[in-house]
């Protein structure tokens, strides 16, 4: 791949939207319509993630 | 082309070899670690092996994994939570999707999707489909019965990921679906080889040049090993006048190989997949090309039900090329998956593969695409016969094709056979899967 992508910055705006979905969850106050469609914004997030995000420092062991 | 126009994702396709295999390694202990912590049945089998997730340090420990196959995840389920029983690593709120197996090889398998595993799957086929160059100006059709098996589910939302206008197809009969695939002027469309045939077949009863005549450009086959059958491929290809690419991928695994436009074999998507090869006889890992053995696979990042080095007695084996033209990283398989373990089986003596007599049929013009081979016993001795069709208009020529039949028979399978020649249209024709291999000794 010649191309160079900007992975890192792209990790850290998945890392913001994570957040940011799950602050969303935790300020709802239990609306369905609020909670459900934030488990689908992290679905489409953790593809980011698989995509993207898990790429950064792929030696390393998060387990 | 730049990068992002040929791949769906340029960075994870064409990662070097060793940040790849970094990448599994990494993803192959999360999976694991899951596992472990979240399925009782995975636990238990860890345990009773004396092996905790931390024992996997480097690729080379990965053998060390007990293996899993499909008899044992029937066995798990059926239990609560019910009715996946103790492989669910998920509280059962969290599923949204009820899938299950075709039950071609027994009862079916049971699969939970959480929201987040389907959108596992629309994205891996997203790979595959950007890959046959599928894009948003692409009109696909689905001829599928949209039922509880997998089938192409995740084709349609795999479609839609990438951008495409799905359309289902789903309670049409095959006369109704190529006539508003004809109506829409669809570009695209995925089935098993055995329907793409039949569909083409059913065209031309209506009257229909399926090549001239509809808007057919790429086809997906899967569900069958016939797409990476060479004269298989090429009748389907000539009948639609389209490019056919093979698609590989199960209920338990997810889809996990595709053809690229280079159609130099079979990709395996390694960022989503770990394949290993073993041995039949001897269950050494096999790394190098030319020599066959079955699959055991590993799906990351699917969650509910883990998938961990699971044998799929899929026969494959690497390819002997090593960097495809495509660009691609992901290594690849030569001629597909070539069969089933359980189908290959000793005939005479002689080690069969269904895959090498259809080879033989379809490559001879004047036959029909339908045959049915059955094996039986007369005594102590293997018996086996070969029914096919004459195509319409060669029933002149009927005994230079059974010379011809004869010789390629001899050549490619090593056997003889009793050969049975059928009026066109009259051996059995199937919509989805094919059940032509029949062996019945075990039965006698």
Redesign the interface.
Known sequence: ???E?K?EDMAEKIRLLKKTAAELKRISGGIQAVDRNV??I???V??LE???G??VD?????? | MKPEEQYWNPVLETLPREKLQQFQLKKFKNILKWAYENSPFYRSLYKSAGLEPGDIRTADDIVKVPKTEKSMLREAQGREPYPYGSILSVPIEQVTEYRQTSGTTGQPVYHPETWQDWEWSAESWAYALYAYGYRDYDRVFLPFGYSVNIAFWAGHYGAEKIGCEVVPGGVLDTEARILKMKEIRATAFMATPTYILGMADTARKLGLDPAKDLYIKKITAAGEPGACVPATKKRMEEAWGAKVYDQVGATEIGHWGFECQAQAGLHVLEAFHLVEIEDVETGANITEPGKRGSMVITTFDRFAHPCIRFDSKDVIEWSPVERCECGRTFRLLKGGVVGRADDITKVKGVLLAPTAIEEVVRDIPELGDEYEVIVTKKGDIDDITLKVEIAPDFKRNASAIEQKLVQQLRLKTGLRYNLEFHDYGTLPRYDVKAKRFKDLRHKE
């Open positions: 791949m010649v191309k992508y992975i488990d689908r992290l679905a489409s953790k593809m698989i995509n993207i898990d790429l792929i030696s390393g062991d998060d387990s």
